[in-house]
DNA sequence: CTGCAACCTTGCCCTAAGGGCAAGGTCAAG
DNA sequence: CTTGACCTTGCCCTTAGGGCAAGGTTGCAG
């Protein structure tokens, strides 16, 4: 006959826990001595042992209560389910600490690994730091309003890279970033990239207006709004592909 | 430039979830379009993923809003805390489930393992079911109401059982629970037990009353409550014991 | 053009599992 | 006989969102 302050301490919980689970029904309340404390017995010792394996598993207050009135094939059958979430949890909980880890490093995973894969080499093969900053944000957005065609859309831009003339029409393009507005050289860069385009894509269409959204344009405003250069090459490009 | 839901679906939240960052101060609110829409960037994208790291992790978000502010070295070092205390969590859960896997077993610890192994051996000497069930909810009661001297009383009680005719008398014990209560052999044991406990402990202190508390002889209020015979007993043992 | 479905907006209330505090009664020890 | 550690009930507070209402927007189909 043990009091509510040495039950809680026995089970390593609050009293007040305790009479939470008065309130919603999962541990019976116990008898009163004669000053109207309540006295507890061994069972609901055991009964609150049992109740907070549930709890600590993760299974809501209520779903406990019905499960101590289910029959015992069910109630089999419902602590396997409870294992099986309780796993789950576990291994999601292991994957959020891998990110927070590469969060701490400075390396969170914001895109498909095949994606960063391909920007953490384009600084090898000579972009600007700008550039890749760039290309990530785009890529961000591109996954964000088109998730099923977005991967298509990438493996069709990673391959252009791997043609060293077009990989070097790109490089110029960064590299633009920096000329002044009225450099001549903008208007040649703009001649070859539309002729880039013309014979890989068709007559017509920048690569990324593919998937026929407005987004990209959006994003080649704000790619424009940060070089004055790269705007004029902007207007050169629809210029020439207007003609 | 992505709407509410795209975010929400590219971070895997809700609408909801973000809002609330957003009047938690975790996420700037970014800028509507002209038809009062929120309008997000990559940026939100990249602080949105960082958020949810930190929250899945269990960071509070009042700690994931103050962390943003913090300098560098605070960061890396808050990181690390949030990295134990995440390895302690998932640890905790494993507990969790092999506690879990006891219960499904019908096997769960209550009492430290020397006392549940101890108590696991007593039918194989030869005592009963109910004398079993009887010790457990015992030792329960003693260890919940003396965490500090239980141990040592459990020592004592279990060395007491290696002595070949002490353990006799214990289960002379069990077996008069269904003795009738008139029964000369109780008188028998009773003097048996007393000698016993004199020798033992030396004269005018019951094993169990050793740590001074009332609390033993509510127990063997309840003990006797459950057998005409043992309430005999009791009687008997008391006399002898008084005079 | 019109409808309809799928978005978006703010505002409000609701939830789970307790924590904390107040105001009062009880118990054991010095 | 007081003091500190208990116990009692009752009430409000918290976290991280969920849900719903009432209304405005957008895009697409018929």
């Known amino acids: 006959m043990i009091t509510i302050g040495q039950l809680a301490r026995y089970a390593g919980v609050s009293t007040k826990t305790i009479r939470v689970y008065h309130d919603k ?94 920007l953490q080499r384009l600084p090898g093969v000579g972009f600007s730091p700008r550039w890749i900053a ?8 591109v996954f964000a309003t088109h998730p099923d065609t977005a991967a298509d859309l990438f493996h ?15 490089l110029d393009y960064d590299r633009a970033h920096d000329l002044d507005p009225t450099d001549p050289r903008l208007g040649d860069l703009a001649r070859r990239i539309v002729a880039a385009t013309n014979s890989r894509y068709g007559p ?9 959204s407005a987004i990209p344009a959006l994003i080649q405003e704000a790619v424009n709004a940060s070089s004055p250069a790269w705007q004029r090459l902007d207007t050169l490009i629809r210029d020439q592909l207007r003609t």
């Open 25 to 118: 029904g999962l541990l019976p309340e116990p008898s009163r001595d004669s000053s109207g404390y309540r006295r507890y017995t061994a069972q609901h010792a055991i009964d609150l042992i049992k109740i907070r394996t549930l709890a600590e598993a993760g299974v809501p207050l209520a779903r406990i209560r019905d499960l101590k009135a289910a029959p015992g094939e069910e109630f089999r059958r419902a602590l396997h389910q409870v294992d099986v979430d309780l796993t789950a949890r576990i291994q999601k909980l292991r994957q959020t600490r891998r990110r927070l880890r590469q969060l701490a490093a400075g390396q969170i995973q914001m895109l498909p690994s095949e994606v960063t894969g391909h």
């Open 204 to 212: 017509g269409d920048l690569p990324g207006q593919v998937t026929g």
């Open 134 to 141: 760039m290309e990530t944000g785009l890529w961000i957005l």
């Open 156 to 170: 069709d831009q990673a391959q252009a890279l791997t043609d060293p003339a077009l990989r070097q029409m790109y």
